[in-house]
């Protein structure tokens, strides 16, 4: 049986207003047109619904034994075709899966967190950590957010580039290039280098610009994560060359010097991506402009500003 959902809305309308001309006028439909739906609804259910007693109508007893049902239904119907947009934080229960880079979960994840749980304390953020692999967790609903340097290609993908910053050269204090005067391309490609890589790559678009200069440089090892490399370069002459923003703070606890790259190089960039399934979900939404906001600091113009005026006042 092939059923029309108009005619719930109008047994709900028939059963309220007790009258056809009534539930016509709560419709916005004609009487005529309420009178043949009133027909259809007869056939359907086998019951005459409303039945005549002088002037008025009366429902039947099967019409007053379902009412409530049919009420209930059609707010269901309404419900998952219509859904409410508005958003209550305050009893908001959900738990989200990021899988961001772990830099990024260091430098930004406290501030989305103390965010999150400032206006939603039923939320709860599941970080974990990246896969060596491409995996398909996001196209799957496994993890809602991602964070990191990868830009997605997949068309269900949604990509949003939320910061971005310049490279640097981090080596130990009292390295030979510390000294110089101004670092130079060719002494740069001279030195012996660790590149941070979670797939182990031993080469990436440094190597590129470098081959543009005529220059190669001799990468001796990898590491997956800035911090791990970090612990080569504190003993030993190599070098690391990393985004400014995630590793500004860890290097300058450790004590490494950090040095600009002597040649021209794209901006390192920080995308937050996420499947399209979740485009208009206002709770996903709702984090996705926290974890922008946590993560715009990032950008080299926010970096100078904090250096420039760390208590956050303008200076004059």
């Known amino acids: 049986m092939q059923l029309d959902l108009n005619l719930l809305a109008a047994l709900d309308a028939l059963l ?135 830009r997605p290609t997949a068309p269900d993908i949604r990509v949003d580039r939320v910061a971005e910053t310049q490279h640097v050269i981090v080596a130990r204090q009292d390295h030979p290039l510390t000294r110089a005067k101004a670092v130079t391309a060719a002494q740069y490609a001279a030195a012996e280098h660790i590149t941070v890589s979670r797939r182990g790559r031993l080469g990436n678009a440094l190597d590129d610009a470098l081959a543009r200069l005529g220059l190669t440089r001799r990468v001796v090892a990898t590491a997956p994560t800035e911090s791990t490399a970090f612990e080569f370069v504190r003993g030993s002459d190599l070098l690391v060359t990393a985004p400014e923003s995630t590793t500004r703070a860890t290097a300058t606890a450790l004590g490494l010097a950090l040095l600009p790259l002597p040649f021209e190089l794209p901006s390192a960039a920080v995308y937050l991506s996420w499947h399209q399934r979740y485009d208009t979900d206002p709770a996903h939404v709702w984090l996705r402009d926290l974890a922008r906001t946590a993560l715009a600091p990032l950008t080299d113009s926010h970096l100078r500003e904090s250096q420039e005026h760390p208590s956050g006042r303008t200076s004059r």
């Open 16 to 150: 309220e207003e007790g009258s056809v001309a009534g539930a016509a006028e709560r419709l916005h439909v004609t009487a005529p047109a309420m009178s043949r739906s009133l027909g259809r609804i007869r056939r359907t259910t086998g019951d005459q619904i409303l039945v005549r007693t002088g002037r008025t109508m009366a429902p039947t007893p099967y019409a007053i034994a379902v009412r409530e049902q049919v009420h209930e239904l059609l707010q269901q119907v309404h419900g998952v075709l219509a859904p409410s947009r508005e958003l209550d934080l305050t009893t908001l229960e959900r738990t989200f899966t990021l899988r961001w880079h772990d830099s990024l979960v260091a430098l930004s994840g406290p501030a989305l967190l103390a965010a999150v749980r400032k206006q939603a304390p039923g939320v709860r953020l599941r970080f974990i950590a990246e896969s060596s692999i491409d995996t398909p967790e996001l196209q799957r609903g496994e993890v809602d957010l991602e964070a990191n340097a990868n």
